[in-house]
């Protein structure tokens, strides 16, 4: 199954919100901030997400991340619109 552990749970949800929130993946640095995790670890638990297939991203390129639920991906407005889309 994909689970993944609690850091990285926490990791998920930031990446989550973030994206939601701004349309765009976070930082390392902002992923800490939202998790309380030091960014020089954030990248650990962004490598065993990867291990458990739930995102993908490349290490040393800035905002890489993408969570390979598409829907994850998209912001508050861009989910707005697909679903108004559908009506």
């Known amino acids: 199954s994909r689970t993944s552990t609690c850091p990285g ?4 949800t930031a990446i989550r919100q973030h994206r939601r ?10 992923i800490g901030a939202r998790t309380g995790i030091h960014r020089r670890h954030v ?3 962004l490598k065993q997400l ?6 993908t991203y490349k290490r040393g390129v800035a905002r890489s991340i993408v969570l390979v639920d598409r829907a994850a991906n998209l912001s508050d407005d ?3 619109l697909a679903l108004i889309g559908r009506g």
């Not at 929130?21 to 902002?30: I, R, T, V, Y």
């Not at 990867?50 to 995102?55: K, S």
């Open 50 to 55: 990867q291990r458990e297939g739930l995102l």
């Open 21 to 30: 929130e701004h349309g765009a993946s976070p930082s390392l640095a902002e």
């Open 43 to 45: 990248t650990r638990h």
């Open 9 to 12: 749970q926490r990791v998920l």
């Open 78 to 80: 861009e989910l707005i």
